[in-house]
């Protein structure tokens, strides 16, 4: 039976006096409610000053310290439906702006974000063919006349129904991968591009061995943030797609004005409106 939201709310407060971070893939599992539910939950208490939002979940207001708890990394096992209305609308005009560097012919990888299940349905009819550990990804495909499809094998992970510990060395030594479009779990100048999960991060580097070009799909939550796993420092980026938010933080800012002078493209996708 699904808790009402007073119920769900006063629950959450009483959580995060035991534990300094709480998951909002882990509250939409224990309560029985969607993701969307969750978030609006934690909005809700954002705007009474009660939490403070933070990608993936939540953390405690600022005590009389004024200092906030740094959260761990977001959980890497939320499923694909969980992670998929997560910044959706700037997924979307990231996805619009990447598929614009695509060209006829072209080889292409693309991870088992859902930032690349969106760029799926407008490649669909385009005449290239698509790397990929994903089957989600290989799926969207599967009635394409246009585009070719060669799958990693490796060992599954179900969390993200993607192919990891790639085992087919010989497919990526006889291929010429033009570009790369992974998205990031975190990304800053001095670290990199990083992931929440070793395994993606190791499938994410085999792919990038034989590959030319690497933009990164990053919406504007995953700037200036940290993940456990690096899966390339920002000298192999070609360029950071992201999505253009006014009410960017500036962390977010500073981590963009850093890229751009390293000497990484940045191009925004715009919302549609």
């Known amino acids: 039976m699904k808790s009402l939201p007073h119920v769900r709310k006063k629950e959450i407060l009483e959580m995060l006096k035991r534990s300094d971070y709480i998951d909002a893939g882990e509250l939409s599992r224990k309560f029985n409610v969607s ?29 009389e310290s004024g200092v906030s708890p740094v959260p761990p990394a977001p959980s890497a096992d939320l499923t694909l439906e969980e992670r998929f209305p ?28 859902t930032s690349a299940l969106q760029m799926c349905p407008l490649l669909h009819d385009r005449e290239v063919t698509v790397v990929t550990n994903s089957l989600n990804v290989a ?71 034989r590959a030319d070009k690497l933009y990164v799909l990053a919406d504007h939550t995953k700037l200036g943030t940290a993940a456990p796993y690096v899966d390339c420092r920002c000298q192999r980026i070609t360029a950071v ?8 933080e500036e962390s977010q800012r500073r981590c963009l004005g850093e890229l751009d002078r390293a000497g990484i493209r940045i191009i925004y996708g715009k919302q549609e409106s």
């Not at 969307?36 to 909005?43: A, E, F, G, P, S």
């Not at 599954?156 to 779990?185: Q, T, W, Y």
Request: with cysteine.
């Open 139 to 209: 799926i969207q495909f599967a009635d394409s006349r246009t585009v070719q499809v060669l799958l990693l094998g490796g060992l599954l992970r179900k969390s993200s129904m993607s192919l990891s510990r790639v085992k087919s060395p010989d497919l990526l030594e006889h291929i010429n991968i033009g570009k790369c479009f992974f998205s990031a779990s975190g990304l800053s100048s001095s670290k990199g591009m990083m992931e929440l999960s070793y395994e993606e991060s190791e499938a994410k580097r085999e792919m990038l061995s």
């Open 35 to 63: 993701y969307m539910t969750i978030h609006r939950d934690l909005k809700a208490l954002e705007e009474e000053g009660m939490v403070s939002r933070v990608y993936g979940g939540a953390v405690a207001a600022s005590g």
């Open 241 to 248: 797609i992201t999505d253009w938010c006014p009410t960017m």
């Open 86 to 113: 997560i910044c959706r609308e700037e997924k979307m005009a990231i996805a619009r702006a990447a598929v614009e560097l695509v060209e006829p012919g072209d080889i292409i990888c693309m991870d088992a974000s």
